[in-house]
């Protein structure tokens, strides 16, 4: 299982990434809010592009905004391996999935807990990581909704019927107690669980 790490809760940014990166976390997982698609907002990216002189890690950005069209560009100059939007904002998202791949990075499409995994489908030729939310997006440190599971298993039954080989994150409220509805998934994001403990490595190793 890979493991992707959020710093969303984390109470000293600079702090949590530099001991993440003696970790064997293999992403940091960066959660960017707008206040519109979800009614909060993280820093602004002038601020937010810094993170990457304090990790080496890959970036797996996770964009909880409505205009993705604005962001992509900017995200892009990062140490980024993947960049997800959401299926459920007003924008092209063919046309977003594409010019994130225009820039050489993986594309990923998420689905709120509310939102059929069949809405995926004609945008499955453009995606490389199904993003299943397991949480409402917008805040660290909530519950794992437990039919996250069932849409976990239907993902994946999805991509084998489309023969897609996407992978498939599972995000929000993944722990020791968690890990186990996630047997389906090829990677999980995991925030306050890990920077909220006082051994990193050790919570990481729990969700392998
Ligand atoms: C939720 C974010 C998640 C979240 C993960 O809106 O997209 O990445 O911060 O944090 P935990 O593991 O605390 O749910
Ligand atoms: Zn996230």
Redesign the pocket.
């Given at each position: 299982m890979k493991v992707g790490v959020?710093f969303?809760?984390s109470k000293d940014i600079v702090r949590d990434l530099k001991i993440l990166n003696d970790t064997d976390v293999d992403y940091i997982?960066v959660?960017v809010?707008d206040g519109k698609f979800?009614p909060k907002k993280t820093m602004p990216f002038k601020e937010m592009r810094h993170i990457s002189d304090f990790t080496d890690k890959r970036l797996d950005v996770?964009l909880?905004v409505e205009d993705a069209s604005k962001y992509i560009p900017l995200y892009a100059e990062l140490n980024v391996e993947y960049i997800t939007i959401h299926v459920e904002i007003d924008e092209d998202i063919e046309k977003d999935l594409k010019l994130i791949k225009s820039y050489g990075i993986k594309a990923g499409l998420s689905i709120k807990p509310d939102t059929k995994v069949s809405e995926l489908v004609p945008y499955l030729p453009y995606v490389d990581q199904i993003l299943i939310?397991s949480?409402?997006?917008?805040?660290?440190?909530?519950s794992f909704i437990p039919e996250s599971e069932n849409k976990i298993n239907e993902a994946r039954a999805l991509l084998k019927s489309y023969n897609m080989n996407a992978i498939i994150n599972v995000?929000?409220?993944?722990?020791d107690s968690t890990i186990k509805m996630c047997h389906n998934a090829d990677m999980v994001?995991?925030?306050?669980?890990?920077v909220l403990s006082d051994n990193f490595q050790e919570k990481i190793s729990s969700l392998r």
């Amino acid at each position: 299982m890979k493991v992707g790490v959020s710093f969303l809760s984390s109470k000293d940014i600079v702090r949590d990434l530099k001991i993440l990166n003696d970790t064997d976390v293999d992403y940091i997982h960066v959660d960017v809010m707008d206040g519109k698609f979800v009614p909060k907002k993280t820093m602004p990216f002038k601020e937010m592009r810094h993170i990457s002189d304090f990790t080496d890690k890959r970036l797996d950005v996770h964009l909880m905004v409505e205009d993705a069209s604005k962001y992509i560009p900017l995200y892009a100059e990062l140490n980024v391996e993947y960049i997800t939007i959401h299926v459920e904002i007003d924008e092209d998202i063919e046309k977003d999935l594409k010019l994130i791949k225009s820039y050489g990075i993986k594309a990923g499409l998420s689905i709120k807990p509310d939102t059929k995994v069949s809405e995926l489908v004609p945008y499955l030729p453009y995606v490389d990581q199904i993003l299943i939310m397991s949480v409402e997006p917008g805040a660290g440190g909530q519950s794992f909704i437990p039919e996250s599971e069932n849409k976990i298993n239907e993902a994946r039954a999805l991509l084998k019927s489309y023969n897609m080989n996407a992978i498939i994150n599972v995000d929000g409220g993944v722990k020791d107690s968690t890990i186990k509805m996630c047997h389906n998934a090829d990677m999980v994001v995991s925030g306050s669980y890990v920077v909220l403990s006082d051994n990193f490595q050790e919570k990481i190793s729990s969700l392998r």
